[in-house]
């Protein structure tokens, strides 16, 4: 006669209430304790964690030394002659072609390329009255002249509107474009002012 075997009613096999109690109290034993290894870790390192933070201020705080560009007043340099004086004002009075070339390459579309860029003279200012007790002492200003190339009349005209929208240029206008084969040349002339004309 053939006995049916039940293996979870088999000693070895059996589960109590007891035995998954304490597999349970083993695994939470278990949990806890690497739990408390990571405490015991942190608890460790945190003054070298301190001293990492403090050293990453220092840091932080040379690098924004280091790259910010104070803004220095410059001192007014005089020469001992003194007719020479008043010429060597007015040339420090006018704006400084590199800084004018950068705004101006700054502003080129893709399209548009810059060929000459030159001075056609000074704009004088105003004679003032030698009555007013404080008089206004504007610098002179300086007539340009831009040329180059552009591939087309919508993107002259785009650049043109982003040179008038700098504080250096002003009174910008295009008094010439010639179309070649395969783009147009363009010329534009406008006003910088020595304190700028905006």
């Known amino acids: 006669m053939i006995q049916r075997i039940n ?3 088999k000693q070895a096999l059996s589960f109590t209430y007891e035995r998954l109690l304490q597999i349970c109290m083993v695994v939470v034993l278990i949990n806890v304790l690497l739990v408390g290894f990571q405490f ?30 104070p803004q220095q007043k410059r001192k007014k340099k005089t020469v001992d002659a003194g007719q020479y ?22 502003k080129l579309p893709n399209s548009v390329w810059l060929s000459n860029f030159k001075s056609l003279g000074l704009i004088l200012p105003p004679a003032t009255d030698p ?6 002492v504007t610098p002179p200003g300086m007539r340009v002249e831009i040329t180059g190339t552009g591939s ?11 040179l008038e929208k700098t504080q250096e240029f002003a009174n910008l206008v295009l008094i010439n474009t010639q179309k070649s084969e395969t783009s147009y040349q363009y010329t534009l002339q406008g006003e910088v002012g020595g304190d700028y004309v905006k």
């Open 40 to 69: 015991l870790r942190i608890y460790r390192l945190s003054p070298q964690i301190e001293s990492t933070r403090e050293e990453l201020a220092v840091e932080e705080t040379t690098h924004a030394e280091l790259t910010k560009q």
């Open 85 to 106: 004086q008043i010429l060597y004002d007015k040339l420090e009075a006018l704006p400084k072609w590199s800084m004018l070339l950068r705004v101006v390459s700054n």
């Open 152 to 162: 087309d009349i919508k993107a002259i005209a785009e650049f043109m509107a982003a």
């Open 7 to 9: 293996l979870i009613e």
């Open 131 to 136: 009555k007013d007790p404080q008089p206004v």
